[in-house]
């Protein structure tokens, strides 16, 4: 959607330039990309001339407050055009109504004329009772009573004086609690002093047990944690808490209260007069029944949205790291999906991630086929050439990886590795229309195992395929809005696939659909185009393919790759219309593309400034020559994997004070959970992950990351495992078993497909800061109660 009005473009285009640091006309080219249908990948790498050099993240923000913007203007247009209909837009409230910079002051400007239902005050200035609403206003000598009298008309339905004071007194409650300025300063002030205060419903003390730290707390709404937030909603939603919002100690500190800052505005105050106690009495009850609610409800809309930005950015910088996790490359690779009962489902796919053979074994109990079992996976094993073993990291992991440890070591001459790797969303893959047309005839099951072995050989060509949501990194991401949360996770998709490039002569339409400018239907138009005509041999030839035309292939060809075809810079990221500037290089050097490919000596004596014109700076001739040097680089780092600890396979194997190695399984707001190898994950509180201050756990720490760590304490009743990752911590005492009961976190449950929050649910620190001579004194009394 593009702007129609000059002055509004431009408006909008210097806000969020000044919000995301850059220059307006930077600001205004960008938009003029994204409105074109360029995608933020592509701006960000081939439009750097463009926008002068905006990177991905601020394009991101761009992208979002852009849409935010465009509707805040939608709705503008939209306020002005009703009251002016209703014949009330004066020059005075159209200027307010056009310098309203956000959302909540357009609504509190509109509110008095906003269409609604009739009033109790609308009814009473048809009774005529406005003239002693304002009378009393204006001159509060006068006896209310006495004044009332004269309004008193049965015929009217104001049959005595108490009801036509009732009816003033509506009047003043519905002006005061509509005036947009009274209700913007109520506003900011609340937005600062607010209060924050739960109490547990009545009868619900049992059944909310998990909640119990919050049956009675108080927390200034701008300073509570977006964690405790949404533990706080989700317990209001689910009936267990009561939640207000009041101005805490900012009265009783000397300051004016809610109701004196109404009766301020009004010009109400108490100076003895006869009608004073009755208009404070209507600022008393505009703040209670009007201003109260409106601004909670409000303020908590405001406060939970910005919980969830906070929530959702979690969330996606967690899936970042897992998409982008070292890949383990092209290798055979035997796939474990472990079970008990139902069987260890086995698939075996060859360099390519092709399935080349499949089985079920059952080595655990009830049918304890142990050496069966073996011999079945050394003859796979030898028959495919496997490098590497790849454990689900679910139900009956432990005992698999102990299997896989018996096949290395029965078939030394493979010289194979095992690696745990995590089955988060495998089982949403498994039923998904996806794997199914994939697969048709083979059992669900079994898919699992297959896309088990193919995330170890690359996690984020496998992880693709299935919704971001499944893969279960985040905190709360069931308590917040699902569709901003599901637009945030599939830009951070789009980001790590466009980053890393893909080969299109072996990539799955879902891995394809991710890159810049393809939709669904295209990227299953290449996959049919290949199937029928063969491998690309160029770029170029992507132009045969059905619905992808010159617009689609200046977004998409950049990101795709072709490796040893026709033209060597196909391999690369260079862009087929920066391929000129590559040739007149070539032409300056008298050698061709295959001589100077990783020159990094030639390649760093050339002179950008040289080959620049007038699509191409040196911005982009730098980016040009650092590909060269390295073509089709790949950002992820090198692959190595965990070892856990043998003998170390259940949470009652845990001892105080061992030292294991263990991956980084989910990043929250107040520390980072890892998995240790004994199917419930350990939280290292963030007050325990550094020696020093840490702010945010990504600092230290992402998701994927090896680490080693000791445990401080095991709660194997309640399966609490409490880590640090300085080594040389003492074990905590033992926390009050009333504190650690109050943890709210689930365990974790062994369905794999199920969400890593809802299975686990994260925790949290307690308010205010850990000693720091102690990792995590009574560790649970402080990641508790966070939901």
């Given at each position: 959607m593009q702007d129609r009005n000059p002055q509004i473009a431009q408006h909008i285009a210097a806000t969020i330039a000044a919000e995301i640091g850059a220059q307006t006309a930077q600001a205004k080219a960008a938009i003029a990309l994204l409105d074109e249908g360029a995608t933020v990948p592509f701006i960000a790498r081939y439009r750097k001339e463009v926008t002068g050099g905006l990177d991905d993240t601020q394009l991101r923000n761009l992208e979002t407050r852009l849409t935010y913007l465009r509707e805040l203007e939608d709705r503008r247009a939209a306020v002005l055009a009703s009251i002016e209909e209703q014949g009330k837009l004066t020059d005075a409230l159209r200027a307010e109504i056009e310098a309203a910079d956000s959302k909540a002051r357009l609504e509190d400007l509109y509110l008095p004329y906003k269409p609604k239902r009739r009033t109790r005050a609308q009814i009473a200035r048809e009774a005529g009772l406005e003239p002693l609403a304002d009378g009393l206003l204006a001159d509060p000598t006068q006896v209310p009573e006495a004044a009332a009298a004269a309004y008193i008309d049965a015929e009217k339905g104001v049959a005595d004086a108490k009801a036509a004071l009732d009816g003033a007194r509506a009047i003043l409650m519905e002006r005061w609690g509509e005036n947009a300025a009274l209700v913007g300063e109520l506003r900011e002030w609340m937005t600062e002093v607010g209060v924050i205060r739960a109490k547990v419903a009545e009868g619900k003390e049992n059944e909310g047990a998990k909640y119990r730290d919050y049956f009675d707390h108080a927390e200034p709404l701008a300073k509570i944690p977006s964690h405790r937030l949404l533990a706080l909603f989700r317990a209001r939603r689910e009936e267990i808490l009561q939640l207000d919002l009041d101005p805490g100690m900012d009265a009783d500190a000397g300051h004016l209260s809610a109701e004196g800052r109404v009766a301020k505005h009004a010009g109400v105050s108490a100076q003895g007069r006869a009608a004073d106690k009755w208009l404070l009495d209507a600022c008393r009850l505009t703040w209670r029944a009007k201003l109260h609610m409106h601004l909670l409800l409000d303020l908590f809309n405001q406060a939970r949205e910005k919980a969830e930005a906070g929530a959702i950015a979690v969330f996606g910088d967690n899936l970042k790291d897992l998409l982008l996790a070292a890949p383990a490359g092209p290798k055979a690779v035997l796939g474990l999906d472990p079970g008990l009962r139902t069987g260890v489902k086995v698939a075996v796919v060859d360099r390519t991630g092709k399935l080349v053979d499949t089985a079920t074994i059952y080595p655990h109990e009830p049918k304890r086929q142990w050496d069966p079992s073996l011999h079945v996976l050394r003859a796979l094993c030898a028959k495919h050439a496997v490098e590497l073993i790849a454990i689900g990291n679910g139900t009956a992991s432990r005992e698999t990886d102990k299997l896989a440890g018996d096949l290395i070591k029965l078939a030394p001459e493979l010289k194979m590795q095992k690696i745990v790797v995590s089955e988060a969303g495998a089982s949403v893959y498994s039923a998904s229309e996806f794997a199914a047309k994939e697969f048709p005839d083979l059992d669900v099951s079994i898919r699992g195992a297959v896309s088990i072995a193919r995330r170890l050989q690359d996690p984020l060509a496998e992880l693709v395929k299935i919704e971001p949501k499944a893969i279960g990194v985040g905190q709360y991401q069931h308590d917040v809005d699902q569709f901003r949360l599901a637009r945030a996770l599939d830009a951070r998709v789009e980001d790590c696939v466009n980053a890393v490039g893909v080969d299109v002569n072996t990539a799955s339409a879902a891995l394809l659909t991710r890159v810049s400018g393809l939709s669904s239907t295209v990227a299953e138009n290449i996959v049919r185009f290949r199937d029928e005509h063969g491998a690309f041999r160029t770029r170029k030839a992507l132009l045969g393919v059905p619905r992808l035309g010159e617009k689609t292939f200046e977004q998409c060809a950049g990101f795709l790759r072709i490796a040893d075809?026709?033209?060597?810079?196909?391999?690369?990221?260079?862009?087929?219309?920066?391929?000129?500037?590559?040739?007149?290089?070539?032409?300056?050097?008298?050698?061709?593309?295959?001589?100077?490919?990783?020159?990094?000596?030639?390649?760093?004596?050339v002179k950008a400034e040289q080959y620049t014109d007038e699509k191409f700076g040196v911005p982009t001739i730098r980016d040009i020559l650092k590909e060269l040097e390295k073509p089709g680089r790949d950002p992820r780092p090198e692959f190595k994997a965990a070892r856990f600890a043998d003998g170390v396979e259940d949470i009652k194997d845990l001892r105080e004070g061992m030292i294991l190695e263990g991956v980084v399984s989910n990043v929250a707001a107040f520390g980072a959970f890892v998995d240790i190898g004994v199917h419930q994950d350990g939280l290292i509180h963030i007050s325990a992950l550094s020696d020093r201050y840490v702010k945010d756990p990504r600092e230290v720490v992402k998701a994927g990351d090896i680490v080693k760590v000791k445990v401080l304490e095991v709660d194997v009743a309640r399966k609490r495992i409490a880590l640090t990752r300085r080594l040389d911590d003492a074990p905590a005492p033992q926390a009050p078993r009333d504190v650690r009961a109050n943890d709210p976190r689930p365990p974790r449950g062994p369905d794999r497909g199920t969400p890593r929050d809802q299975r686990r649910g994260p925790a949290a620190a307690k308010t205010g800061a850990p000693p720091a001579d102690n990792a995590l004194a009574a560790a649970f009394a402080r990641a508790k109660g966070q939901g």
């Open positions: 075809g026709d033209e060597p810079l196909d391999a690369s990221s260079v862009h087929p219309e920066a391929y000129p500037v590559v040739e007149r290089i070539l032409a300056g050097s008298g050698r061709q593309v295959k001589q100077i490919v990783g020159d990094t000596a030639f390649l760093r004596a």
